[in-house]
């Protein structure tokens, strides 16, 4: 406080409210997501999950997985946890399919040798698809994370004012809390 300034005892829990938001949880917060450590984990976790997708060497997987990345539309959490899940459920399906699918295929074209690499590719795809998947999950679930903190932070920086209801009630100076009186407090605050 400054010398021979005042301030009602009403407005001096709001002022503290807001400073301890303002110093504890929103600068840190904004300094955190403005760096957007969200978006680098995201594309970072993405780019690895196309990585080993692509090491699958299954065309059918990789045509699926990138219509399928074309058209996300990621708005919060929930959508990111959900698109996820059908990617790592993708990735699974693909793998566990695989180890029937591409040795009978590669039988059909390329004889015994054919079935040799078909196993090599299955098994390849077994472990490379799912892992694909489980990475594709974590990358959509911090994307929607990343929107629902920008949405919250949005309503947060929209710098909506807030009017008084009613006038602050006026306290004697007996310090008894007494029912609130309209005239009592307009009579404060003149």
Not at 46 to 55: H, T
Not at 64 to 82: E, F, N, P, Y
Not at 161 to 190: K, T, W
Request: net charge positive.
């Amino acid at each position: 406080m400054h010398r021979d300034r005042f301030m009602r005892k009403s407005s001096i829990v709001p002022a503290i409210g807001n400073r301890i938001w303002r110093d504890l949880i929103h600068n840190p917060l904004h300094l955190i997501f403005s760096v957007d450590v969200l978006g680098m984990t995201s594309s970072t976790l993405a780019s690895i999950s196309r990585g080993f997708a692509e090491l699958s060497t299954d065309g059918q997987f990789l045509q699926l997985r990138a219509k399928q990345v074309r058209s996300r539309r990621i708005t919060g959490v929930g959508d990111g946890i959900i698109q996820g899940t059908e990617a790592l459920a993708q990735g699974v399906a693909f793998g566990v399919s695989g180890v029937v699918r591409k040795p009978v295929e590669s039988a059909r074209q390329n004889g015994i040798l054919g079935l040799a690499h078909g196993l090599g590719r299955a098994f390849l795809g077994f472990i490379v698809q799912p892992v694909s998947g489980a990475l594709d999950f974590f990358s959509l679930t911090v994307d929607g994370i990343g929107a629902s903190c920008s949405k919250c932070f949005e309503v947060f920086n929209s710098k909506t004012s807030f009017h008084r209801i009613r006038n602050p009630r006026a306290v004697h100076s007996d310090g008894i809390l007494r029912e609130y009186c309209e005239r009592e407090a307009i009579g404060q605050v003149c």
